[in-house]
Every structure is written in C-alpha cells, then in structure tokens.
Nanobody, 125 residues
C-alpha cells in the first residue's frame, strides 16, 4: 500500500513558477513509476508527466514539454514537478499517482494504482 500527499500548489501569475512535491509512504516507492496528472473544471483528468522507477526515463505531455520537469528522490520517497513559464491554461488540480506496472501505457490514468488528494494550481493572467 502506498499513500501519496501532494503539496506546493498555489496562486501564481502567468510566466511564473511553482514546484509541486508528492511525498509517498511505504518502502516500495522506488519500485513505482510516478506520474503527475491534472484536471481542470469540466474536463477529464489528463496526463502531465511520468518518471520511471530509476529516474532514467521521463515522459511529458506535449503542452508542458520544455516548461515542466519531473524528478524523484527515492531516498526521500518524493517526486517533484517543477513548473516554469506557467500559463492560464495550466490551471487545474494536480494529482500525483503511482504505478507498479504500466499496463495501459504511461499516459493512461488506468495504469496507476495509487493517487494523492490533489493540489490546486491557479494561474492568473
């Protein structure tokens, strides 16, 4: 069992930066792919980024590639999402997720077994 707790959301002006953190409980954290998803009001949950268990492989959604960076510290059981050059369209609730096996691909929420409660990111124009 893995529990995930996000933090770091808040209000930022367009062009600004935020760093989200996701702290995981459980000694098996290092075995999981970790991902970030987001959901805006009235929209479906969408993939943002994923990182492999070792950190060697990362995957990004096209709208955030080049602006967001996912990383992890297995010693601290924490995954991060550094978000730069934020845009109003990035505004959403951001969720951390963990997957023990990417059965449906890295971009599908169905691949992820565990989810955090979400943290709100608000970008003012």
């Amino acid at each position: 069992q893995v529990q995930l707790v996000e933090s770091g959301g808040g209000l930022v002006q367009a062009g600004g930066s935020l760093r989200l953190s996701c702290a995981a409980s459980g000694r098996t954290f290092r075995r999981y792919f970790m991902g970030w998803f987001r959901q805006a009001p009235g929209k479906e949950r969408e993939f943002v980024a994923t990182i492999s268990w070792s950190g060697d492989n990362t995957y990004y959604a096209d709208p955030v590639r080049g602006r967001f960076t996912i990383s992890r510290d297995n010693a601290k059981n924490t995954v991060y999402l550094q978000m730069n050059s934020l845009k109003p369209e990035d505004m959403a609730v951001y969720y951390c997720a963990g997957s023990s096996s990417i059965v449906y691909g890295t971009r599908s929420p169905r691949s992820y077994d565990y989810w955090g409660q979400g943290t709100q990111v608000t970008v003012s124009s």
